[in-house]
Every structure is written in structure tokens, then in C-alpha cells.
């Protein structure tokens, strides 16, 4: 992993742009960016700090790891993945007194829910991401969650916007 | 402790019979319908990591047109219908004959109501031979649900066999089946997500435990 200083870089036009998959994070600093596509039922988050223009995001899948049957990895987890980006985001040089949180995702992708419960994980999702961040007191200052559209989102280290693109139908939101 | 990784080979070899033979069916059924020589490709059942599953339908943000149908009874699980939605333009044309530019559509994109019920209607009938196929070659009893339709990205449909082994394994098992017409014009695939214990039921049935 790239040692993050302090300072952030001068040189915007060297921006890099990391996309990360289901199950995956990244901790970037400005001015990079880090995007992920095609979250539905799954979710976004990111965790921040403004000051230092440090992000961390991660593509969360399910909500609680002491529902799994084997845990192993622990960023598809809601509940264990924002304890690790804290801690990575904390290791990196952030305040977890300044962290803030944005995140997107959670779409009720297919109606048909007198199946099984998996058919409301999107719901799942974004209550459990809530429910952890506010045990851990950071605020959450941006949600796009719920609906039934699938989203891509990129999170500006340097802005602290979070876009949020979806395509059925077209739209664009920043938050 | 169920491990999806560490199928064997017998047990694939099963599965990838039970998907050809159930998309075999399903293909003969599509082919009376557009009265068209339709081809299978032989089917696959691997262990696919998360990532992988959405290179296989072109990248996460490739837009196609998902049905899915619950099944119920003797296995639970989902049976899903990915159509690029070129395609699934294309396939509902097929059938019942373009359209006139002043037809309506509706928000489901930009496929009219008549277009989106011709492709539910060709789903229910292709699914329906598929886990008719499935049924009498196991002797499970399968009841299916009403076709439902979503046109999103690909990465947020297949958000759903994601979610349904996520807490098994950093993997989905993955059975699929890719037809082509014989202008090679349209291509899909099935995928049959029975339930964990569903899939163990199925094994044990056909004597593979």
C-alpha cells in the first residue's frame, strides 16, 4: 500500500482513479478518486476525513458477518468492514473524531419477495451500515440508498463528493 | 460446513447435465417459437469468484435485461435469464414484429409495455420447459413464480447470486448456459441458483453424497 504523507500532493493532473469490486476497498488520498459500478442490492460507503483529504471506500455486500457461515473476508461484511476502514483510515493518519460517512446502494433490485430473505438485503444492507456508524458516532452526510435502480458511484478525495450515477433510468445526483 | 470450492468433479459433471438438459428444453421451446434453428453452448458450472461474474456479462456497467423466477416446493432457489438488452429488444421483435415509433413506452427504458410483457411471456414459457426438464429428470416437485423483468447493469443484477452465497464463500457457484440463434443475432444465458440446501437435497437425490 502507498505510505500516505501528511500533506496532500500538489500535482492535480496526476490524478488516479482506482475501481474497486464487490468485496474490495481502497484507502486514497487526495487527489485521487475511487469509484466502484453496478452496486444494487449491495452498497457503497465511503468514510473520510476532510481535513486531511483521506477516504477510504468499500463495497459492502451483506450486512452482518455473525450471520455468515464462513467469514473470509471481512470487508463484505457491513459490520466488520467499516471496523477495518476505520482502522485503516486511523493507521493512515486520520482523526476518527473527523470522519465522516457517505454511501449509496442498497436497491430492492427484484420486487419478488415472498422468497427468501436475501430478496431484502439491499434494506439489510443500508440499516446495518447505519446502525454501525452510529455506534461508532460518525455522520453520515450524504445516502442515496433504497429504490430499485443500480448505481455506480466515484468518491473526489479532494472535493469529498460523493457522484452517483444510475442508468435505468438515466440520472446523476452529487452528494 | 458447506464449501463451494471443493465440489467434486461428479457433482459438477451432474449440475452441467442438469443445465444442459434443462436449457436443451428451454432452447427447443424458443426455437418452435421463432421458428428458428437455435443452438446451446455446452453449459458450465464452475466456482466464480464475485469479480469475475460481471466480466463474463461484459463489465459491471454493461446494460442487460435480467428474469428472474423464484422457484419453490422441492428445491428453492432462483432461475435468472440474462439478456443483453440489445438482445432482448431484438428477441421481442421476433416474436411479435417491430413495433411502430409511436408505441408508448414505458419507464422500464426503452422498451414499450407490449415489449416487456412479449419478453416476460418468452421467459415464463423458456423457464417453465427448463424446470420441467429439471423436475422430471429428479423427481423433485417445482413450482415457479410469476417472470420478473429488471434492465440494469449487469453488476447490479447478478447482485443477487452475489448475495445469495455471500455468506458461504468468496464465491458463487456458477452454472450457465449460452444460446445463440443460428444468425448468431441474439444470446443469452441461464443461471440456476438453487438454495444451499436446496443443492444438497438435489445431491442427495441423485445418489452423488
Redesign the interface.
Given at each position: 500500500m502507498k505510505a500516505y504523507a501528511a500533506e496532500p500532493e500538489k500535482n492535480k493532473c496526476a490524478a488516479n482513479v482506482f475501481t474497486i469490486g464487490i468485496a474490495e476497498h481502497k484507502i486514497a488520498q487526495a487527489p485521487d478518486k475511487i469509484t466502484t459500478l453496478g452496486l444494487g442490492s449491495c452498497i457503497g460507503l465511503v468514510l473520510y476525513d476532510p481535513i486531511i483529504k483521506l477516504a477510504g471506500m468499500v463495497h459492502i455486500m451483506l450486512p452482518s458477518a455473525a450471520d455468515a457461515i464462513n467469514v473470509t473476508n471481512r470487508f463484505k461484511f457491513a459490520d466488520t468492514a467499516i471496523e477495518d476502514i476505520i482502522d485503516l483510515l486511523a493507521s493512515a493518519g486520520a482523526a476518527q473524531s473527523r470522519l465522516k460517512a457517505k454511501m449509496a446502494g442498497g436497491a430492492h433490485m427484484f420486487k419478488t419477495s415472498s422468497l427468501l430473505d436475501i430478496m431484502n438485503v439491499g434494506q439489510r444492507n443500508t440499516a446495518m451500515c447505519k446502525r454501525v456508524l452510529s455506534e461508532r458516532s460518525i455522520k453520515i452526510c450524504g445516502e442515496d440508498t433504497g429504490g430499485s435502480s443500480g448505481r455506480s458511484i466515484e468518491f473526489c478525495c479532494e472535493t469529498c463528493v460523493l457522484s452517483v450515477r444510475t442508468v435505468v433510468p438515466k440520472s446523476f445526483l452529487s452528494i | 460446513?458447506?464449501d463451494l470450492k471443493g465440489l467434486p468433479s461428479d457433482q459438477l459433471d451432474f449440475l452441467r447435465e442438469l443445465e444442459n438438459i434443462g436449457a436443451g428444453h428451454a432452447v427447443t421451446a424458443l426455437s418452435v417459437m421463432l421458428g428458428d434453428n437455435v443452438e446451446l453452448c455446452v453449459p458450465k458450472a464452475q466456482f466464480c469468484a464475485?469479480?469475475q461474474i460481471?466480466d463474463l456479462l461484459k463489465?459491471?456497467?454493461n446494460?442487460v435485461a435480467?428474469l428472474?423466477v423464484?422457484i419453490?416446493n422441492d428445491l428453492?432457489g432462483?432461475i435468472l435469464l440474462v439478456l443483453d438488452k440489445p438482445d432482448a429488444g431484438l428477441l421481442t421483435n421476433m416474436l411479435i414484429g417491430e413495433l411502430p415509433a409511436d408505441e408508448s413506452k414505458t419507464?422500464?427504458?426503452d422498451l414499450s409495455e407490449l415489449q416487456v410483457s412479449a419478453l416476460k411471456e418468452v421467459s415464463n414459457i423458456l423457464i417453465g420447459s427448463y424446470l420441467t426438464a429439471i423436475s422430471s429428470l429428479t423427481g423433485f416437485d417445482i413450482a415457479a413464480?410469476?417472470p420478473?423483468l429488471?434492465?440494469?447493469?449487469?453488476?447490479?443484477?447478478?447482485?443477487?447470486l452475489?448475495?445469495?452465497y455471500?455468506?458461504?464463500?468468496?464465491g458463487v457457484l456458477f452454472m450457465e448456459t449460452e444460446f445463440v440463434t443460428s444468425n448468431k443475432s441474439l444470446f443469452g444465458r441461464f443461471f440456476l441458483i438453487p438454495?444451499v440446501e436446496s443443492y444438497n437435497k438435489l445431491m442427495v437425490q441423485m445418489g452423488l453424497v
Open positions: - | 460446513m458447506f464475485y469479480n460481471c463489465g459491471p456497467e446494460i435480467g428472474l423464484g419453490s428453492n432462483y419507464e422500464i427504458d413464480s410469476v420478473e429488471v434492465i440494469d447493469m449487469a453488476g447490479a443484477v447478478m447482485n443477487l452475489v448475495s445469495a455471500g455468506e458461504y464463500g468468496d438454495d
